[in-house]
């Protein structure tokens, strides 16, 4: 199958150069171009792409309204990469809200990007730890704890050590090996965890496990707030 993507920067350099690259592959063809945040939400209801790989800070309407409305209507079809710097933390939860399934930092090698296309057309979140898990730890050292409508108590021990293990960047299995049970298992209690508390992907799973307080930032207690 072949991936259709577009690419929505407003550098143009940055815009050419991903465009070029992501070109070389059989199979992923860029179907359009953006230089801001309404004409990406534009090009993706005419292209009907598979992915939108979108820069956070653009013109007009920026990457997460982007994310969000290109997101909404195509009713989850189209998924969002979103392009970001380690300077951008702040904005990375609302990103992953907004509907984003990853991220990708702007000096990515080409095999990391050409990863990172592949994996989130896929329908799969890339939450590498060297990555999303840092952004997103970082940011919610800055944020104060919002008050959770879904509880703990709503899940069984074992899927809360398994939304533990996703929220720290693991694989199936990964999982299923530390917690010495089966891949299919593994499957079962995220199918289930997903079910209880509304998620859509291994994201929103991150974001909720911040939210409950199962995983922290370094340097934080669970249960405590961050230093005003």
């Known amino acids: 199958m072949v991936i259709r993507?577009?690419?929505?920067?407003?550098?143009?350099?940055?815009r050419t150069a991903f465009v070029n690259l992501l070109?070389?592959?059989?199979?992923?063809?860029?179907?359009?171009?953006?230089?801001?945040?309404?004409?990406?939400?534009?090009?993706?209801?005419?292209?009907r792409p598979d992915l939108a790989l979108l820069d956070i800070r653009m013109p007009h309407?920026?990457?997460?309204e982007?994310?969000?409305?290109?997101?909404?209507?195509?009713e989850g079809a189209t998924k969002a990469l979103m392009l970001t710097t380690f300077g951008l933390d702040e904005y990375v939860y609302d990103a992953l809200a907004?509907?984003?399934?990853?991220?990708?930092?702007?000096?990515?090698?080409f095999p990391e990007l050409l990863h990172a296309v592949r994996v989130?057309?896929?329908?799969?979140?890339?939450?590498?730890?060297?990555?999303?898990?840092?952004?997103?730890a970082a940011f919610v050292k800055q944020r104060a704890a919002p008050v959770p409508v879904r509880t703990v108590e709503e899940l069984t021990d074992r899927e809360v050590e398994v939304l533990?293990?996703?929220?720290?960047?693991?694989?199936?299995?990964?999982?299923?090996?530390?917690?010495?049970?089966?891949?299919?298992?593994?499957?079962?209690?995220?199918?289930?965890?997903?079910?209880?508390?509304?998620?859509?992907?291994?994201?929103?799973?991150?974001?909720?496990?911040?939210?409950l307080g199962l995983v922290v930032p370094q340097g934080r207690r669970p249960g405590t707030l961050p230093p005003a």
């Open 66 to 74: 982007a994310a969000r409305e290109i997101t909404r209507a195509s």
């Open 98 to 109: 907004a509907g984003a399934s990853g991220f990708l930092l702007k000096d990515a090698t």
């Open 120 to 136: 989130v057309a896929e329908g799969n979140a890339l939450l590498a730890p060297e990555l999303t898990k840092r952004l997103i």
């Open 61 to 64: 309407k920026n990457g997460i």
């Open 164 to 211: 533990v293990q996703i929220a720290q960047g693991l694989s199936n299995a990964e999982i299923a090996e530390r917690l010495t049970i089966t891949d299919h298992t593994v499957k079962t209690h995220i199918n289930r965890l997903f079910t209880k508390m509304g998620l859509r992907d291994r994201a929103q799973a991150v974001i909720l496990a911040y939210e």
């Open 23 to 47: 070109g070389t592959q059989d199979d992923i063809e860029v179907v359009g171009e953006a230089e801001d945040g309404v004409q990406a939400v534009r090009v993706a209801a005419e292209q």
């Open 5 to 14: 993507a577009i690419v929505a920067d407003d550098q143009a350099v940055v």
